[in-house]
Structures are given as C-alpha cells and as structure tokens.
C-alpha cells in the first residue's frame, strides 16, 4: 500500500477501545484499549482465534453497540457520542456491513433488499433498484433479483449480503467473515470484489480466520484476548500469516 494513503485522515479510527460485559467476578473484557486506524484506499484484514474479540471490533466500528469506553470515529464524526438520528443516516450513506448470518428480510426480494438502504436514505425507489440490479450483476446472480431469501442457498443469500454491503458509495466495509457459506473459487471473488472497492477508495476491514483470504488485505491485525498483539503489512504477511494460522 502506498505510503500517501496514511497522510490522508482515515475513514475510521478507534482509539483506545474497550468493552466489557458482565461485572465483578463475572466480568468479560471482549476488547482492551485497541488503537486502529484504516485509510481510504485500505483493506485491514483482522485474524484471531475464537473470542479474541473480531466481531466485537466490527460490532463496534459499525456502531451496531457502544463501547465502555474510548472513541469510534467514522470520517471524522466520533459514532460514540452521535445521536441516534445521525448514527443512524452515518450507517445507511458510509457504512456497508457484512454479517456473518446474512441479515436479509425475508419478505424482500434480493433486489429490495440490496436496494433497500439507498432508499432508506432517499433514493427514489426506480434508482435504488437499478443500483441493485449493478450490484447484483457485479456478484454474478443478475438472475436472482426477485427471489425471496428462502428461495436461496445459503451461499447465495451470502453474495446478495455482500451486495447490499456495497451498493451506493459506501467509505466503509465490514465484512464478518463473509466468505464463510462459500466456496472457494466464490470466496475469492468476493475477496475481489472487496479488493476492488477497496482500491477505488472506501476503507475495509475483513474479519477471517483463512490465510489466503488475508492475503487480500493490506495489513493483517493479530487479536488475542481481546487485545492487539501483532500487526504485519501485505509484503510481510506470508510467512507469518501461515505461522499464526496454525495457532489461530
């Protein structure tokens, strides 16, 4: 990644994020004081074993919980102190999620749904579907844009997911594993599409436990416990990418 992108301001920025759950004996640190920042243009890979606290960075970066403490700021708006109106047109113009479990509405068809955040946001309804439809054909299912969700594999209902993620002009992207329902020549492109967002200038952050999905990315962040505890760029990655996947 070029070093110019780091003397722009990031699109997202966490800075000594915490959150627990629970108190006293029975008390969780899911995150502890985690510092990160993604610049436009970058894709952050995030690896870890299970519970190291991946998809409560994500949740977080999001702005889908509140931390205990310390700053999330997405272009610049610090998400932890918005109010909920403004949170929530953050999420719907900026922010596209992948979620691990789809999240699609099953009275929706594919294209509704892909659709459905820019007409939250005041897009008229013909120019939502037509982005839906570019969207659709760009993760190659043109053909399923008026199917329901139960009428998908769940590979399928992944993709659209995916879809819905990047619709519009999204700066940033959270992806939860989002290659988990499929296959691998799938995976990988979707790891391109992705990749391709990525270097027309949104921010991405990819949550995977798979070290050649990770090679997509262009630094590749190391959880444990709830705390960062290793941190390589691309031109590093390999060797150590396969080192800690054994552990992960």
């Known amino acids: 990644m070029p070093d110019q992108q780091h003397r722009t301001n990031p699109v997202l920025r966490l800075d000594r994020l915490v959150r627990t759950h629970g108190s ?17 243009g970058e894709l952050v890979a995030v690896m870890g074993p299970s519970g190291s606290g991946k998809s409560t960075l994500l949740t977080l970066a999001g702005g889908l919980d509140t931390p205990t403490s310390g700053s999330v700021l997405v ?10 109106r403004q949170l929530a047109a953050l999420r719907r113009r900026s922010i596209g999620y992948v979620f691990q479990d789809y999240n699609l509405i099953p009275a929706l068809t594919a294209a509704e749904n892909v659709a459905l955040p820019l007409e939250l946001d005041g897009t008229s309804a013909r120019k939502a579907r037509r982005a839906a439809l570019a969207a659709l054909e760009e993760i190659r299912l043109p053909q399923l844009a008026d199917r329901f969700p139960d009428e998908m ?63 997509w990315a262009d630094r590749v962040v190391f959880l444990r416990d709830g705390s960062v505890v290793d941190e390589t ?8 990418l396969h080192g800690r996947a054994a552990g992960l």
């Open 153 to 215: 594999s769940g590979g399928q209902q992944q993709r659209v997911a995916i879809a819905r993620a990047l619709v519009g002009e999204r700066r940033l992207v959270l992806a939860d594993e989002p290659t988990g329902a499929l296959d691998s020549e799938t995976g990988e492109s979707v790891l391109a599409l992705l990749r391709a967002r990525c270097d027309a200038g949104a921010a991405g952050i990819l949550v995977t436990h798979e070290p050649r999905f990770a090679a």
């Open 75 to 84: 272009e610049g708006v610090d998400i932890t102190t918005a109010s909920r």
């Open 24 to 40: 006293g004996a029975t008390e969780v640190h899911a995150l502890r004081g985690v510092d990160l920042s993604v610049h436009p």
């Open 233 to 240: 760029l691309r031109s590093q990655a390999d060797s150590l």
